[in-house]
């Protein structure tokens, strides 16, 4: 089990590392001089190199690499050319609103779609089955702005039941903060659902199939514990390793909700960087959102042994 | 009827639906997309405009009817471009495998790493968002995904007994791999390459929406959703028909898909 | 045992009468008016060939039908009660408690992620009114039973730390922790390695005796079917085409069917006068296999060695089996005379040549030697028709031309029975056997002098089984080339062989001609291998006789498998 874990760890150090190249070289590769940029209309040749020489740009690119790479591994990730601001904090502020959007989303969305998917694939091809397939299918194709304007025009214009946009931080005003929270954490929610019932459903059907069901039933278990104990612990390990993906991925993709909604997360500030250029927020935003879907699907797979003992034992 | 079957007929008939959309789309549409008309501004539909106008006076159903040409032409070359390179990175590194397989898989899987939209969106930094940027950028994007799955059907190819055979014939690898591997990628390909359309095709909606995809004025339905927010509350037709017409489209694919896979790999099937 | 004791006059355990199940969709009638009874503490078997219907009739006993399937008529009447009108929670009550049920699979019978101790807890907890240290106590002394080393350490591991013999043994100590009045085996030991498939039957037999439980025994297998079972059920298409007592059956078949099936068990030929050759056809020399270690982090783990320097000879014109159980290193031989798995030590020498030291030998041999595989639906390209499929191999021969090839494919598909129109077909429109025939065309097409053959009869049915070896005798006479028959069921290589090599963990541990090794086999573990399974001889008039080779056995010792 140790052994395992370690491996785990072990093995994803050379994609991270790899994964910092890469964002380091794409941001080399965006055409145009940042240090013009930066200092804008008022550029001239002489602080044009004055800025380079301080930003380090006129060193080589393995020089510039080292340097970045070692302010990497302390935490800094830099400075903001628009903002001026150190840009870890910068992130970390933005993440935390992205994230517990997503996380509450899918959390509620895995406690609905898991059971969900799992009576679906137990009553394979009757009406519940077809009706909660089709459901999900049809979640799944609302593209998750779209599911948000459509939420906003209900329950924000027509009901008025919640505002509109904006946002408010928890911790500042806990009441108004979840307020302006359920809409987009509702819009996730829906999407979602669709995404991890049709994984749960062909999960278990893979898993219903196999003998050591028929086993369960030949005791005279009930279907209940037929269903609990010996299919969905033996289903759920593709399931948990989708949700790790989707978390991942809704980090990168949240940025349409928080445009829909005029959230100030972490995709919106990605967003924003890209339309200002400012490379050093781009690169970090980046870094960190692989960073963190490395993480995310490295303690998915830390926890896969719980549902099925034998991947410890390669 | 059997379950499948209605996949295949109701997929089918909203890809089907669409690609003729599209494709008049692109030679003919009612009105000029881009033609301003402020007199007609907001114009709820009506007999003229069936699906009304937007703020500036121009008919939603021939922006539609333009931005399906324009996101189906997008769609179709990513994916295209994602199945080339992809396919021929698969191929190669189950073909030499070894240490250089595992070098190439080792940065296919980093990039990876960078979660559906955000590799993307890098990408378009470098390349700049237009049309082609956006081609550029998403194929490379969804490259990765491509050659890890060709990489992994010609690796458990390669286990099968009937490569085996062709050894034994005294076939060389090379031989081996146009005759027997490369043919068998292709029920895997059909079938990823169907979702993926999808994949993409919403992708491009998503960037449009955030101003990063075809830049205005131009229509598609990402940058005609974007460009209704504000108009939303009194003009609510703007806001339905892009959205509803990016649904269905998804709809259409998700149920062709699972009617792909259905036909092709059993095995696949109800996955993502 | 007894075997061929009449019917027991007490009433039934088990009656099946007029059972009928059709698919629902397609209206296809799967099990047709099928009746049979079992009778307290006997053993009946049932037998037939895949499609037959059997296991499909046995899962019905426990209200087993698949949604897709529906019962139409019939009554299955279980120590009097009905149970296909049964409600579920009284089904569930019979279910476990009065009648268990071993599987074939070993691998998939048993939950992946719950430990040993708590599967087998949970049918006595649900039906038995005992404490947990009572529990605990019935599930240890079972687990002693069944011959498990360690049982408490058992109880809190997953059954991927044992082997296929093991977790068969484990199933059967779950399902006869409840004493059963109703042992229903599907295939108990067909996925199991043949030296431990008597183990665990004997095993199975001794167990149901001591607690006076009626098995209803299912398999493919007639010879194994007539050694344990004191009344047989024959089935064929759904149908039951003839019933009765196990010694009857076998001397005196009735139905056109059983004696098919009787007539397709393996039986021994005449030994045959080969030609003297000086040079064999191929020679082996001291051949070494290592299968490189596993790449981990930073370290490979260590080469494991398959085979340790294994010399044979293949004369021409004769047939060579390689027999053994499941890791003797058999397979890896095949493949590496085949040149799939490369050799890290030794030579293959080709009419006389070292293959490895000339291009021209090398290419001569490549030509010439031919494989036919296991598994007829992974062999053949699933997107090439018969007739591309078997005109690749003449693709290499120099100076072939189109029209020649054309005529000798069409020639070698008649030659296997597959002449008319089967051609523009693809694999996936053929049954196995036919698969087979056309693996076997595809071996022969370019007159081999020496064909290696991997199991190749190991996934067929039985009546198939002797179809597909009877064409591979009678193209082996008329085309002379010689053979490397790889095969872990003795029968069949007790039929084909000229000379048999036994194998154990990489090594020869015994060769010599099929008399010698079949009647006077040396080596411990030839004899264990010969022990393992009966064998059967024709009686005359259409009927077999059982017997034990080497005579009966003595007590079996569980031991792991």
Known sequence: MLRFALTRIVMAIPTLLIVAVSVFVLIRLIPGDPASLMLGDLATPASIADLRARLGLDQSLPTQFGIWFSHLLKGDLGISINSQEPILPLILSRFWVSAQIVLVAVFFASLVAVPAGVIAAWRQDTTLDLGLVGAATLLLSIPTFWLGLLLLLFFGLKLEWLPVVGYVSIGDDPWRGIIYLIMPILTLFLHEIGVILRMARASTLEVLRLDYITHARAKGLSEGAVLWRHAFKNAFGPTWTLIGLVLGNLLGGIAVVETVFTIPGLGRLLVDSIFARDYPVIQGCMLFVAFCYVLVNLVIDLCYPIFDPRVTAQ | MRLPAFNALIGGGLIGGLLIAAGTGALWTPYDPLKLSFREKLAAPSAAHWLGTDEFGRDVLSRLMAGAATSVWISLLTVALAVIFGTLIGLFSGYVRGWVDRVIMAFNDALLAFPGILLALGLLAVVGANKYGIIVALGIAYTPSVARIVRGTVLSLREKEFIAASRVMGNSEAFTMARHILPNCIAPLTVLATSMFGYVLLAESSLSFLGLGVPPPAPTWGNMLAGARPYIGQAMWLGIFPGLCISLTLLGINLLGDAVRDRLDPRMRGMR | ?561
């Open chain 3, 1 to 561: 045992m007894s075997a061929g004791n009449p019917v027991s006059e007490s009433k039934p355990l088990l009656a099946v009468s007029n059972l009928t199940l059709k698919i629902g969709a397609s209206g296809k009638t799967v099990v047709n008016d099928v009746g049979f009874s079992v009778s307290p503490g006997e053993i009946v078997g049932i037998v037939g060939e895949s499609g037959s219907g059997k296991t499909l009739a046995a899962r019905a006993i426990m209200g087993f039908v698949p949604p897709a399937v529906k019962l139409v008529s019939g009554s299955i009447l279980f120590d009097g009660d009905e149970i296909t009108t049964m409600a579920p929670k009284r089904l569930r009550a019979v279910r476990g408690s009065k009648v268990g049920m071993v599987f074939q699979e070993p691998m998939t019978s048993l939950n992946p992620s719950m430990m040993i101790g708590r599967q087998l807890e949970e049918g006595l907890a649900l039906h038995r009114d005992l404490n947990a240290a009572g529990r605990r106590a019935l599930i240890l002394d079972m687990l002693r039973r069944v011959g498990l080393s360690d049982p408490e350490g058992a109880l809190h591991a997953f059954p991927h730390q044992f082997s296929g013999g093991m977790r068969q043994r484990i199933m059967l100590a779950s399902v006869m922790l409840l004493k059963p009045a109703l042992l229903l085996a599907d295939e108990p030991t067909t996925a199991l390695d043949a030296v431990v498939q008597r183990d665990v039957m004997e095993l199975m037999v001794d167990l149901t005796k001591e607690n006076g439980t009626a098995v209803l025994l299912i398999s493919h297998d007639l010879g194994m079917v007539a050694r344990y079972c004191s009344r047989i059920v024959v089935m064929s298409q759904g149908d039951v085409v003839e019933q009765g007592a196990a010694d009857d059956i076998l001397a005196r078949p009735q139905h056109p069917y059983t004696r098919k099936l009787l007539a397709a068990m393996p039986l021994r030929g005449l030994a045959r006068e080969l030609p003297q050759a000086k040079t064999p056809i191929v020679a082996v020399r001291d051949l070494v296999v290592d299968y490189p270690g596993r790449q981990r982090f930073f370290r490979k783990s260590a080469p494991k060695r398959a085979l340790h320097g294994i010399s044979l000879e293949v004369r021409p014109g004769e047939v060579v089996a390689v027999v053994g159980g499941s890791g003797s290193g058999k397979t890896t031989l095949g493949q590496s005379i085949a040149g799939l798995v490369k050799s890290s030590g030794g030579e293959i020498l080709f009419n006389g040549k070292p293959i490895f030291k000339s291009e021209t030998a090398y290419w001569d041999y490549r030509l010439n030697c031919q494989m036919v595989f296991q598994d007829p639906y992974s062999s053949l390209d699933p997107r090439m028709s018969i007739g591309e499929l078997v005109t690749e191999p003449l693709r290499l021969v120099p100076g072939m031309r189109a029209a020649e090839k054309k005529a000798r494919v069409a020639e070698v598909l008649a030659e296997v029975g597959l002449g008319n129109g089967f051609a523009e077909r693809f694999p996936h429109e053929l049954s196995g056997g036919q698969r087979q025939r056309v693996a076997i065309a595809r071996a022969v097409v370019r007159r081999p002098s020496f064909v290696i053959a991997d199991e190749p009869v190991s996934a067929l049915d039985v009546t198939v089984r002797a179809q597909v070896l009877e064409l591979f005798a009678e193209l082996q006479r008329k085309h002379g080339f010689s053979c490397l028959f790889i095969s872990h069921d003795l029968g069949v290589v007790e039929q084909v062989a000229d000379r048999v090599v036994v194998m154990q963990e990489g090594r020869i541990v015994e060769e010599g001609s099929r008399d010698q090794i079949f009647d006077d086999p040396k080596h411990a573990y030839t004899r264990k291998l010969l022990s393992a399974v009966p064998g059967l001889e024709s009686s005359g008039d259409g009927g077999v006789r059982l017997f034990w080779r080497l005579g009966e056995p003595d007590t079996v010792q569980p031991k792991s498998g």
